[in-house]
């Protein structure tokens, strides 16, 4: 069970990456850290998690198991994407890779990665994005923070 919540957890990490994005001013364009994601207000309370890789060397405790992720994700000025995630979970790695492209419009950016989209809004400010979005099938609002570096 755990280790099935888990890997559902690294399933979100790495969609995350999908959205995370950041700016030190207004250009979105550049490489990221991705530094903390939680979910809240799930239908189901054992799937609400704080991940904050911003301490403790990239590491977080989740239901008494340390968890350790490390990832980025590149912008282009060209609308394209690149990321790559690696969760380290009870000893074992897992590592999540992509790409596809984006478009901004105002403070909400689309991504793409093949034929799927999703859309999401963000905030930036001091080098850190926000984003935040709803998965309607159980009502989780997940937000991702994401450092320019």
Do not use: H, W
């Amino acid at each position: 069970m755990l280790q099935s919540k888990l890997f559902y957890l690294l399933f979100l990490f790495s969609l995350s990456l999908v959205f995370s994005c950041g700016s030190d001013d207004d250009s979105i364009e550049g490489t990221y850290k991705i530094i903390s994601f939680m979910t809240a207000g799930c239908d189901d309370p054992e799937e609400n998690f704080n991940f904050d890789f911003s301490a403790n060397d990239g590491c977080s405790t989740v239901l008494g198991q340390e968890v350790c992720g490390d990832g980025t994700m590149t912008l282009s000025a060209s609308g394209t994407f690149v990321f790559e995630i690696t969760v380290t979970v009870i000893g074992q790695s897992f590592t999540q890779s992509g790409n596809g492209s984006y478009t901004i419009d105002g403070n909400t950016i689309t991504i793409c990665d093949g034929s799927e989209c999703e859309t999401t809004t963000f905030t930036l400010g001091s080098g850190v994005i926000t984003l935040k979005f709803t998965d309607s099938d159980d009502s989780c609002t997940l937000t991702i923070r994401g450092e320019k570096i």
